[in-house]
């Protein structure tokens, strides 16, 4: 451990144990499924309110589906075999104006349990946060830690800038106030950061030739695919685990990700996806009567009065949302709402099926829909993310079981500037990273990326699901979820997952053998 301290004096020298670790992120499941709606109240348009109804990319879910680690997870974690700490990260990598050079405290943790060490350049596997404290992503996404010994590597995750603990300007309050401190709040910023972190641990620890893998998931896996298109001097090569990064500037149709829900529901169960379908005009009809809107509090046991039918749709919307999101084994929450919908356990009445669904998904809870809750740090940061330049246009089309409501994009800009009072920039992502003619252009110079995909996930309709050449590859999966590979491997783990992290396992050991081959060379 003593090349790991000479690595930063500011070491967080308290590691948080993994129960409390698991408790705190099973709490902010629960939270983050009622913070869903915290925007709603400021928004006025129809595109508007899908902003903030659709799940947030996050390879975590708003809800807690899979057993606790002890009883499930078949890699060994313990939190105590990380280190934390802090670089002094700056503030603008792309301009020369004094302020850009100011510094703040970027988090990352550190495992050298099994690594093989720098005299024999063995490999490093990088986690690239997203938005979320990294915390989370550390309790939950195992693919690190399940594969450390056999490829005797240095586990590293970095905290994305303006989450958790890494905050700019001194304090969050601070960071977040206005467009001039958010503006630093981007994803080139954020790999920017990566690529000196890195950097920064190979040169302390002398490791100039260790092979270096990120791995992301969601955004996260975005971040993942860009960073070896960006900076392919610092990584080898990189696992995105469910990166739409083809869900910009309408190359993707706008209405995939309900398209996918849609899908997962009804080949679920026909009754289940009809019951939904018919149930927005029942809500609304019910609604329109006299005291409509009491009789759908008691119905639902929301925990305030409803003031209108759409702080309930749009519950039910991001619950069916997350359900296909997070659509994994061995619970697979479609079919848990679909059983409760099906049921009738409620009444046989539509809206009694659909409280069914809803009990069903969150459990025996005192009250159900909270339209007045705070909102957390991921879901402010987010909310900027998506109103600069993550505009993933997401509409619903006429073949649904939603409401059809087309993505508007001038409705989305405008919001958006009456938010922040700057525009987004919804074809930045596609000028910077790329995306269109993605197969004609990255064959030429690009190589060493593995785009994995869960088709039941309905971002998967933004992935790219077919190899593109020899060394940037597609792995799917028919009955996969949201970044379901990259969590901690289960002994209840279905074959088709463990062979698709198999083959992972394979390609990243083919690009590393490849590379010390190379080295030799030198």
């Known amino acids: 451990m003593a090349l790991i301290h000479a690595l930063d004096r500011q070491r967080n020298l308290k590691t948080t144990n993994l129960a409390s670790r698991w408790t705190h992120l099973a709490m902010m499941f629960q939270r983050l499924f009622l913070l869903q709606s915290f925007l709603l109240l400021s928004l006025t348009t129809a595109t508007a309110k899908r902003l903030n109804t659709i799940p947030r990319l996050s390879p975590i879910g708003p809800r807690v589906w899979r057993d606790q680690p002890d009883k499930t997870t078949s890699g060994e974690f313990d939190g105590e075999d990380f280190e934390t700490f802090f670089y002094n990260q700056t503030l603008d990598h792309f301009n020369y104006r004094p302020e850009s050079y100011d510094k703040f405290p970027q988090r990352y943790l550190i495992n050298s349990k099994y690594w093989g060490g720098a005299n024999?350049?063995?490999?490093?596997?990088?986690?690239?946060?997203a938005e979320e404290p990294i915390d989370e992503d550390l309790a939950a996404v195992g693919?690190?830690?399940?594969?450390?010994?056999?490829?005797?590597?240095?586990?590293?995750?970095?905290?994305?800038?303006?989450?958790?603990?890494?905050?700019?300007?001194?304090?969050?309050?601070?960071?977040?106030?206005?467009?001039s401190k958010l503006g630093y709040f981007n994803s080139a910023q954020a790999i920017a950061d990566y690529a000196a972190i890195i950097i920064h641990i190979k040169e302390t620890l002398r490791a100039q030739y260790s092979p270096v893998i990120v791995i992301g998931g969601s955004y996260g896996g975005m971040l993942a695919s860009w960073f070896r298109l960006k900076y392919p001097h610092i990584a080898l090569g990189a696992l995105a685990s469910s990166a739409p990064i083809l869900y910009f500037d309408d190359i993707t149709p706008q209405d995939g990700y309900y398209s996918i829900v849609t899908k997962d529901f009804r080949e679920a169960?026909?009754?289940?996806?009809?019951?939904?379908?018919?149930?927005?005009?029942?809500?609304?009809?019910?609604?329109?009567?006299?005291?409509?809107?009491?009789?759908?509090?008691?119905?639902?046991?929301?925990?305030?009065?409803?003031?209108?039918?759409?702080?309930?749709?749009?519950?039910?919307?991001?619950?069916?949302?997350?359900?296909a999101q997070y659509n994994g084994p061995p619970t697979y929450p479609v079919n848990e709402v679909c059983k409760g919908i099906d049921g009738g356990g409620f009444g046989d009445d539509i809206l009694s099926r659909i409280f069914g669904g809803l009990v069903a998904y969150n459990g025996n809870l005192s009250c159900y829909v909270n339209a007045h809750t705070d909102p957390s740090e991921t879901a402010v940061g987010w909310q900027w993310q998506k109103c600069s330049e993550m505009a993933i246009p997401i509409g619903v089309g006429n073949n649904s079981m939603?409401?059809?409501?087309?993505?508007?994009?001038?409705?989305?800009?405008?919001?958006?500037?009456?938010?922040?009072?700057?525009?987004?920039?919804?074809?930045?992502?596609?000028?910077?990273?790329?995306?269109?003619?993605?197969?004609?252009?990255?064959?030429?110079?690009?190589?060493?990326?593995?785009?994995?995909?869960?088709?039941?996930?309905?971002?998967?309709?933004?992935?790219?699901?077919?190899?593109?050449?020899?060394?940037?590859?597609?792995?799917?999966?028919?009955?996969?979820?949201?970044?379901?590979?990259?969590?901690?491997?289960?002994?209840?783990?279905?074959?088709?997952?463990?062979?698709?992290?198999?083959?992972?396992?394979?390609?990243?050991?083919?690009?590393?053998?490849?590379?010390?081959?190379?080295?030799?060379?030198?």
């Open 120 to 129: 024999v350049s063995a490999p490093i596997l990088v986690f690239l946060g």
């Open 143 to 179: 693919f690190l830690v399940d594969n450390a010994v056999q490829f005797n590597s240095l586990l590293v995750f970095i905290e994305h800038r303006y989450y958790g603990k890494s905050i700019p300007f001194g304090s969050r309050e601070e960071a977040l106030k206005d467009a």
């Open 269 to 323: 169960s026909e009754t289940c996806y009809q019951t939904i379908k018919t149930s927005w005009s029942e809500i609304d009809e019910l609604a329109s009567k006299p005291d409509g809107l009491s009789m759908l509090s008691k119905k639902f046991k929301t925990c305030t009065p409803l003031t209108n039918a759409s702080v309930l749709k749009d519950h039910l919307d991001t619950m069916y949302a997350s359900a």
């Open 402 to 522: 939603f409401p059809p409501d087309p993505f508007d994009l001038k409705d989305y800009i405008e919001h958006c500037k009456s938010l922040y009072g700057v525009p987004t920039r919804p074809h930045w992502v596609t000028t910077y990273y790329g995306g269109h003619s993605i197969k004609l252009i990255l064959q030429r110079f690009a190589s060493n990326i593995i785009f994995s995909n869960g088709l039941r996930d309905p971002y998967s309709s933004g992935g790219v699901l077919e190899n593109i050449s020899d060394t940037i590859v597609a792995v799917k999966t028919i009955n996969g979820s949201h970044c379901l590979d990259i969590f901690f491997a289960k002994e209840t783990d279905p074959e088709w997952l463990v062979a698709q992290r198999k083959i992972e396992i394979k390609i990243i050991k083919e690009w590393i053998n490849k590379y010390y081959v190379d080295l030799t060379m030198v």
